[in-house]
Structures are given as C-alpha cells and as structure tokens.
C-alpha cells in the first residue's frame, strides 16, 4: 500500500514537473498571471544571494535548494516545502541543478487575512503538533498539496478563469497548510494579540522604517512587551537581533540601489541610514564577502553574462 502511494505521488510530482518546466521554457523566472504565483527555473547551481523572503509557501519539484536564515539552515527538494510566516532577511542558494534536470520550482505568497479568516471557521481541525516558533520551517509534501498547485496552474492555460477559481484553489492551499504539520505556525501569527502576531507588526515596522534609528525600548513597547521580552521572541521568531534584523534590510537595499540605480557606495549608504561610509563598506564586505565596488562589478559582469 506504502508502494502504491509512494507512486502516486511520483505521478503527481512528473506531472507538476512537466508543466512547470513547459512554462518557464523562455526563461528563469515566469510571474504569472495568477497573483501571488511564480514559477522558477535554473539549470545550473547559483552563487549564494542574498535575499528577503515574504510569507509564502515555496516549493521544488526538481533539483533542491538551501536558505540560511541567521546560523540555521533549511534545505528543501521535491518531498519537502518551505513554508514562511513573516517577512526573513536570507541567503539563499540552489545547490541542485543541471541542464538536463533543472531545478524546478514554485512560490506562493500567503494572505495573512485569508488565514485569519479559515481560523474563524469552527469546523477547522487542529494542526499537528509544531516544536518551534521559528517564522521559517520546512514541511512535508503532500499529494492534496501537489494536486491542488497543479489545478491552480492549470489555470494559466485559460486565464479567463483565474479571478473565479485561482482564489478557490489558493484558499484551499491555505487550508493545507494550516492542517498540515506546520499550522500551528500560521495561526499563530494570524492569532489577534498572540505574541507571534505583536512581533510580526514590529517586523512590518522594521521593513518600513529601516533607515531610521533603531530604538529596541519603543519597538518593545509597540508589542506591548518589555525589552528582555521582546528581544527573546523577536530572535526566536527571525533567528536575529532587532538590530541584525536592521542591518541586513539595509545592506539588501543599498545593494539594490547600486545595482539597479547605479548610485555610488556612499550615497547608498547614506540613502539606507548609515552615517559612515567606511561602517557601512565593513558591513557590506562581512555581508556579501567583498566591499561594494567589487561586488556590484560582479553582479553586473555576472547579469551580461
């Protein structure tokens, strides 16, 4: 019997894989008309990047990935999904890939509200148990799961059905999740004043006023928590500081703006919240693992390429 699903799933995974592959023929990346949906494509392994991750359900279904979260790693392939509750500063690479099997892969974005909202719903069972509340963890795949992304793109073939049924699927995904081995994760930051859901709001601030003074006593108060308090869940929560927290949006950012609007190093740096150039350039270089004329030489050496 164990034999019969194990195929089943084989069967479900080829399929998933297939369409995914036909999509992404034109390139690395396809964002799709389905909001929140994107599909993924690499035939090689990549450097490690930097990145931030949104709440989102992201899966392989070929090839496989690591993302470094602080000093934890996850790695996720075709039997494992990553699921994130919260907004994650990460370093991310695939480490699985070739020309002849690629890795293929998926990401859809989680609605908060439409997780609170199946919480409402009586009739919703418990979720297994959970050990953690890391904002960040990997699940196993199930055939539901994979049956029901493979419907959700299906839809791209005649988009004039996404807006009715696209919504449909995506919230019967949720409610996956939300039964599935990592639920407990999702409801607790959908809760209404749980601990999880008050450090969620001060992430949110956090991603929205990184280029101000970073003041751990008012975040705290915010969260309606003292400052030991608040210290303690956040790290638990991020597997960083408030203040590393700060730092990495600000490095990410800054190497967005030279990359992709050519400023020079001091005026990103300047434009983040740093008043020292030559902080930020020390910064940057133990983040990324060169100062920032070398690697934004490379990334755009590496993007003609």
Request: with cysteine; glycine share 6%; aromatic share 6%.
């Given at each position: 019997?164990?034999?019969i699903g194990?195929?089943?799933?084989?069967?479900?995974?080829?399929?998933?894989?297939?369409?995914?592959?036909?999509?992404?023929?034109?390139?690395?990346?396809?964002?799709?008309?389905?909001?929140?949906?994107?599909?993924?494509?690499?035939?090689?392994?990549?450097?490690?990047?930097?990145?931030?991750?949104?709440?989102?359900?992201?899966?392989?279904?070929?090839?496989?990935?690591?993302?470094?979260?602080?000093?934890?790693?996850?790695?996720?392939?075709?039997?494992?999904?990553?699921?994130?509750?919260?907004?994650?500063?990460?370093?991310?690479?695939?480490?699985?890939?070739?020309?002849?099997?690629?890795?293929?892969?998926?990401?859809?974005?989680?609605?908060?509200?439409?997780?609170?909202?199946?919480?409402?719903?009586?009739?919703?069972?418990?979720?297994?148990?959970?050990?953690?509340?890391?904002?960040?963890?990997?699940?196993?795949?199930?055939?539901?799961?994979?049956?029901?992304?493979q419907r959700?793109?299906?839809?791209?073939?005649?988009?004039?059905?996404?807006?009715?049924?696209?919504?449909?699927?995506?919230?019967?995904?949720?409610?996956?999740?939300?039964?599935?081995?990592?639920?407990?994760?999702?409801?607790?930051?959908?809760?209404?004043g749980s601990?999880?859901?008050?450090?969620?709001?001060?992430?949110?601030?956090?991603?929205?006023?990184?280029?101000?003074?970073?003041?751990?006593?008012?975040?705290?108060?915010?969260?309606?928590?003292?400052?030991?308090?608040?210290?303690?869940?956040?790290?638990?929560?991020?597997?960083?500081?408030?203040?590393?927290?700060?730092?990495?949006?600000?490095?990410?950012?800054?190497?967005?703006?030279?990359?992709?609007?050519?400023?020079?190093?001091?005026?990103?740096?300047?434009?983040?919240?740093?008043?020292?150039?030559?902080?930020?350039?020390?910064?940057?270089?133990?983040?990324?693992?060169?100062?920032?004329?070398?690697?934004?030489?490379?990334?755009?050496?590496?993007?003609?390429?």
């Amino acid at each position: 019997m164990e034999e019969i699903g194990d195929n089943v799933m084989e069967l479900a995974l080829m399929s998933l894989r297939n369409t995914i592959a036909r999509w992404t023929e034109e390139g690395e990346q396809y964002a799709t008309a389905v909001p929140g949906l994107g599909l993924f494509r690499r035939i090689e392994p990549t450097e490690p990047m930097s990145g931030m991750y949104e709440p989102s359900i992201c899966m392989v279904v070929q090839g496989a990935k690591r993302v470094v979260l602080g000093e934890e790693t996850y790695v996720y392939d075709a039997r494992h999904y990553l699921i994130t509750s919260v907004h994650l500063p990460t370093v991310v690479q695939v480490i699985e890939a070739s020309h002849e099997k690629p890795y293929l892969g998926l990401r859809l974005l989680i609605d908060q509200k439409e997780v609170a909202h199946l919480m409402a719903d009586s009739n919703l069972p418990q979720p297994r148990i959970q050990q953690t509340s890391r904002g960040m963890a990997t699940g196993e795949v199930t055939l539901p799961l994979l049956t029901a992304f493979q419907r959700l793109i299906d839809l791209l073939g005649d988009e004039q059905d996404i807006p009715i049924l696209a919504p449909i699927i995506q919230k019967e995904i949720i409610y996956r999740l939300l039964v599935g081995d990592q639920g407990a994760r999702l409801r607790q930051i959908a809760s209404a004043g749980s601990q999880s859901q008050q450090i969620a709001r001060a992430i949110e601030w956090l991603k929205n006023n990184y280029r101000e003074q970073l003041h751990i006593d008012d975040l705290a108060e915010q969260a309606r928590m003292s400052t030991s308090t608040f210290h303690h869940h956040f790290r638990t929560m991020t597997a960083l500081s408030p203040l590393q927290y700060q730092k990495q949006l600000r490095l990410q950012e800054a190497r967005r703006l030279m990359l992709a609007e050519r400023l020079d190093a001091a005026t990103a740096a300047f434009e983040v919240g740093y008043e020292s150039p030559s902080q930020f350039s020390r910064e940057y270089n133990r983040m990324f693992g060169a100062p920032p004329l070398r690697d934004i030489t490379k990334l755009r050496v590496a993007l003609v390429d």
